[in-house]
């Protein structure tokens, strides 16, 4: 399978502990972004890498969020403290620097916040 | 700012019927307009999108015309299969550079029966 693929899909954690969250994006794509999605809600986007650079952060994104692509291929989004209010599926999605505007997501990382 | 809106769901139909799923934008610029959709289980994929004034867009027998007189980004299909059932999502962007960063709306569940 050459897909966005993410992991863990489903994490349960009590409120205050730190998670992790990986995506592998499609080999040939520079650019790969973060959206999180919460029940009945469409995806809002948080944060997006070029290679390793990252380029851009929404206000979504708080000071115990950080995300990382150290080498420009798979990233990480880790949340520390958590909260109930983070409870969210956390997507990914690639793609490449130009083209037509597509993007490639994964299932996603469910996350429940007890 | 820029948001995206459409119609509530569930939107339950038999198959064959004629789809008709509303989708309106406000947004500075010219945005471009996409349809993504999610099928039960699987990540988002990009169904269709239109990159300025008066395109349409078609994929899979749905088609959305970018109305920018309107505001407007309707999306149809004239005869839908239960394998149409998903939640469909529209969405903006409106950043020539990182197109990527995507404004969705609320998405429209399709429920569709033999």
């Known amino acids: 399978d050459t897909g966005v693929s993410q992991d863990p899909r489903h994490k349960i954690t009590k409120r205050g502990q730190n998670v992790t969250f990986r995506c592998d994006p499609i080999s040939e794509h520079n650019r790969l972004y973060w959206y999180r999605q919460t029940l009945g809600q469409g995806p809002e986007f948080l944060t997006y890498?070029?290679?390793?650079?990252?380029?851009?952060k929404s206000r979504l994104l708080s000071d115990r969020f950080s995300a990382e692509r150290p080498k420009g291929s798979f990233s990480t989004l880790e949340i520390q403290r958590t909260e109930q209010g983070d409870s969210a599926m956390y997507l990914c999605?690639?793609?490449?620097?130009?083209?037509?505007?597509?993007?490639?997501f994964g299932e996603g990382s469910r996350l429940t916040v007890l | 700012g820029n948001s995206v809106t459409q119609m509530e769901g569930p939107v339950t139909l038999s198959e064959e019927a004629f789809l008709t799923i509303n989708c309106t934008y406000t947004a500075t610029g010219y945005p471009s307009l996409f349809w993504y959709v999610q099928y039960p289980g699987e990540g988002l994929q990009l169904l269709l999108k239109a990159t300025k004034a008066d395109d349409k867009g078609s994929n899979k027998g749905f088609e959305a015309t970018y109305r920018k007189e309107t505001t407007s980004f309707h999306l149809e299909k004239g005869s839908v299969q239960v394998s149409d059932s998903a939640v469909y999502f529209c969405a903006l962007s409106d950043y020539p550079d990182s197109w990527g960063k995507l404004q969705f709306g609320a998405g429209t569940q399709v429920v569709v029966t033999p």
């Open positions: 890498f070029q290679n390793e650079a990252q380029l851009e």
């Open positions: 999605a690639s793609s490449r620097q130009t083209g037509t505007g597509e993007l490639f």
